[in-house]
């Protein structure tokens, strides 16, 4: 029996793969409504590919309770925010998962931390757990780090045939833990110690919120010296060692706007490049701003009203909107007391900011500049609808009169 514990964007997909793979599984969240939906059959975000899945899962008998249950396995996939001030990462979730878990599990149980957390924060903080509740690490209860390697948009896919990394005190124990993971990963499964699977995730995305930043800091250099960054960084990217990313208006999702600070908090005065990276990064949004600004000037318009951003999500062609760049920069306009910009997002169903259309040609119409934020396909595919628009395209996609880039 195998509990996964945290029925959220990895919680699920994991629990269904492993069931859609023969494992016995119980999904668990403390969530009763969600756990009502999920009984009804009621999947909580859109993902390709999640609706087979399910399928397969239910008819191999997954269940779902509002309470953890007695197992051989927990695999835990629960949130670890960070603290914005301090910015060390916030295990509070994790810890409560642990301590619940290690309440029922019977002897020998393995406890899998699927979650993102701060290198070191097993041996700081979830041992000292199992201590106090008088058992013993490694023999009562094993622990193993398997961080996620999957992204919204193409989960089931990255599932299956990512690699992945266990970390373990035993290789015994690590390798039951890939037995279970081989059941539906097809990628490399790499064996380590705890610690260092903790490091490698964080690192992970730290490097490509480094690589974004370094494109994110180009596309300012350019626009200073008046530059087409576009051109650079495509000639640029023909060299057999170069790579540049694309600059966009910011960095979303709870992976890489979060992990990076995980290591600035834990290593300040160390981590120089990487607290330059994110500064950047969250600098973004309050840019695309400035450069709505010298568009309203150059095309003499006032009225803030007839501005429209399309995209509320972090990334193209997902309902995810977790440290959305477009949520970040509304934000922003609140503290300058800017209200009344249109919004549009053909994956956001319900109301989550003010002016939020939910028809694509009545956002269009209603509006003279718009900002595109996300490059969803549906408006790479319906560009020529902002014909006649003053558009600001952060995602390059777009090729009309009267548009503006970064």
Not at 198 to 222: G, P
Not at 281 to 303: A, G, H, K, T
Not at 310 to 321: A, H, N, Q, S, W
Request: with cysteine.
């Amino acid at each position: 029996m195998i509990n996964v514990i945290g029925m959220g964007y990895i919680g699920l997909p994991t629990a269904l793969m492993l069931a859609a793979h023969g494992n016995e599984i119980v999904g668990s969240d403390n969530n009763i409504e969600l756990i009502e939906k999920l009984r009804e059959g009621n999947i909580p975000f859109e993902e390709k590919g999640i609706d087979e899945l399910f399928s397969q899962a239910i008819q191999n008998g997954i269940r779902f309770s509002e309470e953890k249950v007695k197992a051989d396995v927990y695999i835990i996939a629960v949130p670890t925010p960070y603290d914005e001030m301090s910015k060390k990462v916030d295990a509070s979730y994790v810890e409560r998962a642990v301590e619940e878990a290690a309440d029922i599990a019977p002897g020998g149980a393995v406890l899998v931390i699927e979650s993102t957390i701060a290198p070191g924060t097993i041996d700081a903080h979830i041992r000292q757990i199992i201590e106090n509740k008088h058992l013993i690490s490694g023999k009562d209860i094993h622990l193993v780090h398997a961080p996620e390697r999957i992204i919204p948009g193409n989960m089931i896919y990255e599932l299956r045939n990512n690699s992945r990394t266990i970390g373990a005190d035993s290789a015994e124990i690590a390798g039951k833990i890939k037995e279970i993971y081989s059941t539906f990963c097809q990628g490399e499964i790499t064996l380590t110690d705890i610690r260092t699977a903790e490091m490698t995730k964080v690192v992970e995305n730290t490097y490509r919120d480094i690589n974004i930043a370094y494109a994110n800091e180009l596309v300012k250099i350019c626009r200073a010296g008046n530059l087409n960054v576009y051109e650079i960084i495509r000639i640029a990217n023909k060299h057999p060692r170069v790579n540049i990313l694309s600059p966009g208006p910011g960095v979303g999702g709870h992976c890489i706007s979060v992990d990076p600070w995980f290591l600035v908090g834990d290593y300040p005065g160390l981590a120089n490049i990487i607290l330059a990276a994110r500064k950047i990064n969250d600098s973004m949004p309050e840019y695309v701003l400035e450069r709505i600004q010298e568009i309203m000037e150059e095309n003499q318009l006032r009225d803030i009203t007839q501005i429209g951003f399309y995209g509320l999500t972090y990334k193209e062609d997902v309902d995810d909107v977790r440290k959305s760049p477009t949520l970040q920069l509304l934000e922003c306009m609140k503290k300058h007391l800017a209200f009344g910009v249109k919004t549009y997002d053909p994956y956001v169903k319900k109301d989550i900011v003010e002016n939020q259309l939910h028809d694509f040609d009545m956002f269009v119409s209603s509006c003279k500049l718009i900002a595109i934020m996300v490059a969803h396909t549906e408006i790479k595919e319906k560009i020529e609808k902002l014909r006649g628009k003053i558009v600001l395209d952060t995602k390059n996609i777009c090729s009309l009169e009267n548009t503006y880039k970064l």
